[in-house]
């Protein structure tokens, strides 16, 4: 634990050595999901609702979803840099450190930039909280956290099996972004707006609506059942197949040399 | 300009050999233009008079969008522009007979057709066979398919001399991060990448109308479905090659004052 501290303060410190390009580059983040949040304002406006979500509830899901992914992507992108460390032959050189595999490939890697759309997010969920008229006690605020902790969990399992699955293909799978910008993108509504199979799909294949449609129901009273408030952490289980793709995939390792 | 045109030959046959990405980009394009239509008919499900067009024209209008994202998209650059000015070989390109904007152009239209040859015949193919509203239907009339063509052209050669803009911009600011990540958010939204153009509210479209985004993609869409009618494409026309000559003048005289200080980085 300490020392991911020191590792954290090392990146941090070496990306502050550019403190320009780090604003900018957070500016840009904030800016990106900026016009997102536009597109869905303009959408909610002519609409005011989507199969009968209101707008602030829609915020919220956006809100939600997109901080969990903004953590996500500060603390996991590290899997990220796998397909680059892997062609170049430089994985032995982490496989001999006397520490845990994950652990070193996460820490090599942290992208504080996020902190743009981390920010957006924030903002966000201050409007949107008092507006969309949720009676607050603490089990829904167990489930609003419960909905960040559960989409970190499926964002970083998604990044840590597709590093698993490329020891299998050795290059990237750009394809795959599908599952986590596509689950970005589209997750900024309920899930459940894209009909019943696609709800399916994220529901059972990547979990998805785990953390987002089904505690959204509990928090704004469509539904009192425990069980939906309870689900986000059950998401979480998600890392158990993607840690065992990666773990057959590092025991089949072989090194690309050099 | 037999040069120009061989440049072009070769990175075009360079660019197609990119099967593998080719194909992984097909699927995700796919994907996302299901997912897009699916979102859209919730919307349609719960107001349908406040849809700005037909559902089938809307559909017509993501799928052309995803089929040929890599000619209309503002966001695809050639890393090897940016890493030259970042480098300093930006002076091997001042040592050519040639002139730079024209070859950095051609070599971004060779980059975004190639793209686009490997990538839009699947999608479309598939989008053509989906069952009717949810499918690419046939243009609204010989007329309106081949406004369409004409208008295409116009917004892939707006579209490229636009990102000439950004590759300039660099030259002055050496590195291209803040450029490229502000300009790439706010065309993305502008010229109908997150939404289509129909859906913004009214008084900002009234605007929006009249500025070079509007002409990039929006505008060939909507004349395929005959969202805007064969006869009163002629002004909106005149306006788009308008700004694709306003855009490549400009983008001349900017990176001419540029080179003439250009500062060549490393040794």
């Known amino acids: 634990m300490r020392l991911l501290g020191k590792y954290m303060l090392i990146l941090l410190k070496s990306q502050m050595q550019y403190k320009t390009s780090f604003f900018l580059t957070a500016l840009g983040q904030f800016l990106s ?40 992507e500060c603390f996991f992108r590290g899997f ?75 964002f970083s399992g998604l990044f840590l099996l597709f590093a698993g699955l490329c020891f299998f293909t050795v290059e990237g799978l750009e394809f795959m972004n599908v599952f986590t910008d596509g689950g970005r993108e589209f997750g900024q509504y309920p899930l459940a707006v ?27 009273g469509r539904s009192d059942s425990k069980l939906y408030m309870l689900l986000p952490l059950l998401a979480l289980w998600f890392w158990v197949p993607c840690l065992c793709v990666w773990k057959i995939g590092l025991r089949r390792y072989r090194s690309t040399g050099s | 300009m037999k040069a120009y045109a061989a440049y072009f030959r070769i990175r075009f046959t360079a660019g197609l050999q990119y099967r593998a990405a ?18 859209f008919a919730a919307f349609y499900r719960t107001d349908p008079a406040s849809f700005p067009m037909g559902f089938s024209q809307l559909a017509s209008y993501l799928w052309l969008r995803q089929a040929f994202l890599a000619l209309f998209a503002s966001w695809i650059f050639d890393g090897e522009i940016f890493s030259l000015i970042q480098s300093g070989s930006l002076a091997y390109e001042l040592v050519r007979p040639l002139d730079v904007y024209a070859f950095w152009y051609v070599k971004n239209l060779a980059l975004r057709l190639s793209r686009a040859v490997l990538r839009s015949f699947p999608i479309l193919t598939v989008a053509a066979l989906l069952p009717a509203p949810y499918g690419l239907s046939l243009p609204a009339g010989w007329d309106s398919f081949g406004l ?20 300039i911009a660099t030259v002055y600011t050496l590195s291209p991060l803040g450029v490229r990540m502000v300009a790439v958010a706010v065309t993305d939204l502008l010229t109908g990448g997150i939404i289509p153009l129909p859906f913004f509210p009214d008084n900002v479209l009234a605007v929006l109308r009249f500025t070079p985004f509007a002409a990039m993609q929006d505008l060939p869409f909507r004349l395929y479905s005959g969202h805007v009618a064969a006869g009163e494409a002629a002004p ?32």
């Not at chain 1, 949040?37 to 707008?55: D, N």
């Not at chain 2, 005149?238 to 250009?262: E, P, S, T």
């Open chain 1, 80 to 154: 990220d840099a796998v397909p680059a460390v892997l062609s170049q032959g430089e994985f032995d050189r982490i496989l001999v450190r006397p520490r845990n595999v994950v652990f070193q490939v996460l820490a090599a890697k942290m992208e504080f930039t996020r902190v743009g759309r981390l920010l957006q997010a924030i903002l966000v969920l201050c409007y949107a909280l008092p507006k969309s008229g949720i009676q607050w006690n603490w089990d829904k605020i167990l489930t609003l956290m419960f909905m960040i902790v559960g989409g970190v969990g499926v």
């Open chain 2, 22 to 39: 080719a194909l992984a980009g097909v699927v995700t394009q796919f994907a996302w233009g299901f997912l897009s239509i699916l979102l």
């Open chain 1, 33 to 72: 999901s900026f016009s997102a949040l536009l597109g869905i304002g303009f959408l909610m406006t002519r609409f005011r609702t989507v199969s009968s979500f209101s707008m602030e509830e829609v915020l919220l899901c956006y809100s939600v979803v997109t901080m969990a992914f903004a953590l996500a």
């Open chain 1, 194 to 220: 894209y009909g019943k199979e696609v709800l399916k799909f994220f529901t059972f294949v990547v979990p998805h609506a785990l953390f987002q449609y089904y505690p959204l129901l509990y928090l704004t």
């Open chain 2, 236 to 267: 909106a026309l005149a306006l788009q090659a308008f700004w694709l000559m306003a855009l490549v003048v400009l983008g001349r005289a900017w990176l001419n004052r540029g080179l003439r200080k250009a500062t060549i980085q490393g040794g």
């Open chain 2, 148 to 167: 369409f063509l004409s208008s295409a052209v116009l917004s892939f050669l707006l579209v490229t001399a636009y990102c000439m803009l950004i590759y």
